[in-house]
């Protein structure tokens, strides 16, 4: 599903972000990718989305050298991988039904195509009593799950969770994590960066840890885990 391949990523004039990444994550696997910060996590993650290319080596997802990936194509090959974040990143002045049928606007969804998927969605996420709600009413742990149907409206087939629970206290970082699980169980392929040990050690999958741009340890078996 995915796979990194010698990959060093430098920023001029001599700031080595990445380096002698290799790295491969199959189908519907859940894997933690924890490290300080500044560690690399984010800018690993932003390459999966061609945000971001590497200086040297190879990034592939499903197959697919992203570097090959034409910039027109770069908006459907990013339909196939939802995206959440620590901040949101929500439109204020939209309603949490609006919000979500936005990134189906914006991919030419039809408006039966809406009506029928937005509530199944947010549904999923818990948030069905909330389609009428803005941002602003919403409490922390709801703006993510928002943030999350927003992301798996598409039905991705990975998801990338960019510290998703760092700005949520610990009963709703929980809540958004067994979220993410369960969305892994359905078989979505689940990357998620964190430093929280806690976090991690509750999933109890694969962990990848990063520190100064290099992979030092990649752990499948569950069990506890100290960065």
Do not use: C, W
């Amino acid at each position: 599903m995915i796979k990194f391949q010698n990959v060093r990523k430098v920023y001029e004039p001599n700031n080595v972000v990445l380096d002698k990444i290799n790295l491969e994550i199959k189908q519907s696997e859940f894997v933690s990718l924890v490290g300080l910060s500044g560690a690399g996590k984010s800018t690993l993650m932003k390459m999966l989305t061609k945000e971001e290319l590497p200086t040297t080596g190879k990034v592939y997802v499903e197959g697919v050298d992203i570097a090959t990936i034409k910039n027109n194509e770069i908006p459907f090959f990013r339909r196939n991988i939802g995206t959440i974040f620590q901040d949101f990143k929500l439109l204020a002045q939209k309603t949490a039904y609006e919000n979500v049928a936005f990134a189906m606007e914006v991919s030419d969804a039809s408006e039966e195509d809406i009506k029928r998927d937005v509530p199944q969605i947010l549904n999923i996420v818990g948030l069905a009593d909330k389609l009428d709600n803005f941002p602003h009413q919403l409490s922390g742990g709801e703006k993510q799950r928002l943030a999350i149907a927003r992301a798996l409206i598409h039905r991705p087939k990975i998801l990338l969770a960019d510290e998703p629970t760092g700005n949520l206290d610990l009963v709703n970082a929980y809540d958004v994590v067994k979220l993410l699980m369960k969305i892994n169980e359905l078989g979505t392929t689940v990357l998620l960066a964190t430093h929280d040990t806690n976090i991690v050690n509750t999933i109890g999958k694969r962990v990848v840890s990063m520190d100064s741009g290099k992979i030092v340890r990649d752990q499948h078996k569950s069990g506890r885990y100290i960065i």
